[in-house]
């Protein structure tokens, strides 16, 4: 048993190398993407506070519909810190989207619109779970997510794999042989670091696949036998007062704080409202409730409270933080990030101990045969 599934865990890695090693370096990354985008483009991604209140949404609303005449307001990221509001944008007459950032205190147009892609994090981003791929004419939309997917498989495989393989792991986790060989010392350490980090490997292979999958359950899925619908206005009336909308959530919900606003992109879609609330549940995102509105007339129409749903569903939620690993501020972000980087370690000290074991099983080879070859000359 612990013989075959040392040849599974050594044929996958072999086979899922150098994606691995993508994903984990791009997702490392990633975690600090946030502080990244303030490095790169620090007066668009950051603004002033002090003293100041946000505009009314509509106000805001109003500019971005005024200096982008040929957009379509899609969808709109409220923050309520430091940090500029993002809206994104839809080309009329296309499916393309865009986003800008605005000042929400003052109503300072900080970015042109640019795709969602355009910016290093964001380019990261598609590479971390498509590969580039999905943007390739020459392949199915969704064929870098399908990858994504299977990869993330590929991972949980081998931490599980890893795991039953050195299932007495706690006999010599942190005994590193350094007056071995060199293959001996990186075993010892492959080991060690594929122990230690199989339990945030697992969340984040989980958690990753699981993106994947909804990403084309909704695209394949959901609209096989349909297209897009292409925008050319707004599907909501020109009366909706959206600042009525986000200061009525907070009465829906207790403690609700609007921090997504989504506008109706199909013509049996609403006005929706995502946002956070108080919980004791540290790993409730901040988009995991949601208020709807109707679109013509801007009435009430439902609420979605995190804490008054299933255990399943709240797990899923729990998934966003769980796989950029933000819940519990620096310190978690610096354990992500760190643990993020061993499978590019793991990979190389595990090709290495491959290429080792292949090397000693031809040298063991050519030894029998010279062996064999010498006792037929004696004979």
């Given at each position: 048993?612990?013989?075959?599934?040392?040849?599974?865990?050594?044929?996958?890695?072999?086979?899922?190398?150098?994606?691995?090693?993508?994903?984990?370096?791009?997702?490392?990354?990633?975690?600090?993407?946030?502080?990244?985008?303030?490095?790169?483009?620090?007066?668009?991604?950051?603004?002033?506070?002090?003293?100041?209140?946000?505009?009314?949404?509509?106000?805001?609303?109003?500019?971005?519909?005024?200096?982008?005449?040929?957009?379509?307001?899609?969808?709109?990221?409220?923050?309520?810190?430091?940090?500029?509001?993002?809206?994104?944008?839809?080309?009329?007459?296309?499916?393309?989207?865009?986003?800008?950032?605005?000042?929400?205190?003052?109503?300072?147009?900080?970015?042109?619109?640019?795709?969602?892609?355009?910016?290093?994090?964001?380019?990261?981003?598609?590479?971390?779970?498509?590969?580039?791929?999905?943007?390739?004419?020459?392949?199915?939309?969704?064929?870098?997510?399908?990858?994504?997917?299977?990869?993330?498989?590929?991972?949980?495989?081998?931490?599980?794999?890893?795991?039953?393989?050195?299932?007495?792991?706690?006999?010599?986790?942190?005994?590193?042989?350094?007056?071995?060989?060199?293959?001996?010392?990186?075993?010892?350490?492959?080991?060690?670091?594929?122990?230690?980090?199989?339990?945030?490997?697992?969340?984040?292979?989980?958690?990753?696949?699981?993106?994947n999958w909804a990403v084309w359950y909704h695209e394949v899925v959901e609209h096989a036998e349909e297209q897009h619908f292409i925008l050319t206005k707004n599907l909501h009336s020109d009366t909706i007062n959206f600042q009525a909308i986000l200061d009525d959530s907070k009465k829906q919900i207790p403690t609700f704080n609007g921090t997504f606003l989504v506008m109706p992109l199909e013509p049996d879609e609403n006005i929706t409202l995502f946002g956070e609330v108080d919980s004791n549940n540290p790993l409730a995102s901040e988009y995991a409730n949601t208020v709807t509105y109707d679109k013509q007339t801007g009435e009430h129409i439902a609420n979605w409270d995190i804490r008054e749903v299933g255990i399943g569903w709240k797990v899923i939620d729990s998934f966003r933080k769980l796989h950029f690993g933000y819940f519990a501020g620096l310190l978690s972000k610096i354990l992500w990030c760190v643990i993020g980087l061993s499978p590019v370690w793991l990979a190389g000290t595990g090709f290495y101990l491959w290429l080792s074991r292949r090397n000693r099983k031809k040298q063991s080879q050519r030894n029998r045969e010279q062996r064999r070859t010498a006792t037929a000359l004696n004979t």
């Open positions: 048993m612990r013989k075959a599934l040392f040849k599974i865990h050594s044929w996958i890695a072999l086979c899922a190398l150098v994606p691995l090693i993508v994903i984990s370096i791009t997702g490392s990354v990633l975690v600090f993407k946030s502080e990244i985008d303030g490095l790169l483009m620090p007066d668009s991604h950051f603004v002033v506070t002090s003293h100041a209140e946000r505009k009314p949404l509509d106000k805001l609303i109003a500019v971005a519909e005024h200096e982008f005449p040929s957009y379509v307001v899609g969808s709109w990221e409220i923050f309520n810190d430091d940090t500029a509001d993002r809206v994104y944008l839809i080309k009329r007459g296309t499916d393309t989207w865009y986003k800008f950032h605005i000042n929400q205190y003052s109503g300072e147009i900080l970015s042109q619109p640019v795709g969602t892609s355009h910016y290093f994090t964001d380019w990261f981003l598609e590479l971390h779970y498509t590969f580039l791929l999905n943007d390739l004419k020459t392949l199915p939309g969704q064929t870098g997510t399908v990858l994504g997917f299977f990869f993330a498989i590929f991972l949980f495989i081998l931490g599980v794999t890893g795991l039953i393989i050195y299932r007495k792991f706690w006999q010599r986790l942190f005994s590193v042989r350094f007056k071995a060989t060199l293959q001996i010392v990186l075993s010892d350490i492959h080991k060690m670091t594929g122990v230690l980090g199989s339990p945030i490997i697992l969340i984040l292979a989980i958690t990753g696949g699981y993106f």
